[in-house]
């Protein structure tokens, strides 16, 4: 089984098209008949899936792998352990599962990036809800010390308010740009021209 495109795209760091190279790969495989479970990355294909927001996929992955294999390696059951928090909505429980294994070299890095990502996730989102919040939940939502949460927010923009422990969430200007091109302007001016004489 040539799992060499897969290698290649953790290599490159091309983690946003890993799980579509894997569920491609992994249909090349089971197609020709010669599918091996016990060789398939099955840890990497589920992270992968995780990392680009696909938690249903992740879902059946984990579904379809053989109890065996589950059986036999705790690394991809701590892989899932970050899935089912994430099913849960347990934002605390993502960064603990992510804290609580210690990963292999080859899912490190994949790992790290899926954490990076959800952190600035979970960070647009407590930027869209709300327009104060206090640190304690902040720190709840992106894995952080309250220590580390607070300058991570006032890094983005954000302020604090010592005295109550409250942060306020500045929301990023969105830069609309109108065009409006020469020949509507030049109509426009016709119309408002013919209008007044």
């Known amino acids: 089984m040539d799992l060499s495109q897969i290698h290649d795209a953790i290599a490159s760091k091309a983690f946003a098209q890993l799980a579509d190279i894997c569920d491609e790969l992994l249909l090349q ?5 010669a599918a091996s479970p016990e060789q398939w990355p099955y840890t990497i294909h589920l992270l992968s899936h995780l990392y680009a927001n696909d938690l249903n996929s992740a879902r059946f992955l984990w ?3 053989p109890q065996a294999i589950k059986e036999s390696r705790p690394e991809l059951v701590a892989a899932w352990r970050i899935g089912q928090c994430l099913w849960n909505r347990d ?12 990963w292999s ?14 952190t600035k996730r979970m960070f647009q989102l407590l930027t869209s809800a709300y327009s104060t919040i206090g640190v304690v939940d902040v720190a709840h939502f992106i894995g952080m010390s309250e220590e580390d949460a607070t300058k991570y927010a006032l890094q983005q923009g954000w302020s604090l308010d010592s005295s109550s422990q409250m942060l306020t969430v500045i929301k990023p200007k969105i ?3 109108q065009k409006l091109d020469s020949s509507k302007l030049q109509r426009l ?5 013919h209008l007044e004489h």
């Open 29 to 33: 495989v089971d197609a020709r008949g």
């Open 63 to 65: 579904k379809s792998v």
């Open 91 to 102: 934002y605390a429980g993502v960064y603990g599962a992510i804290r609580g294994f210690d």
């Open 105 to 118: 070299p080859e899912v490190a890095g994949l790992v790290a990036a899926f954490s990076e990502s959800y």
């Open 175 to 177: 830069a609309t740009e």
């Open 189 to 193: 001016t016709e119309f408002v021209f």
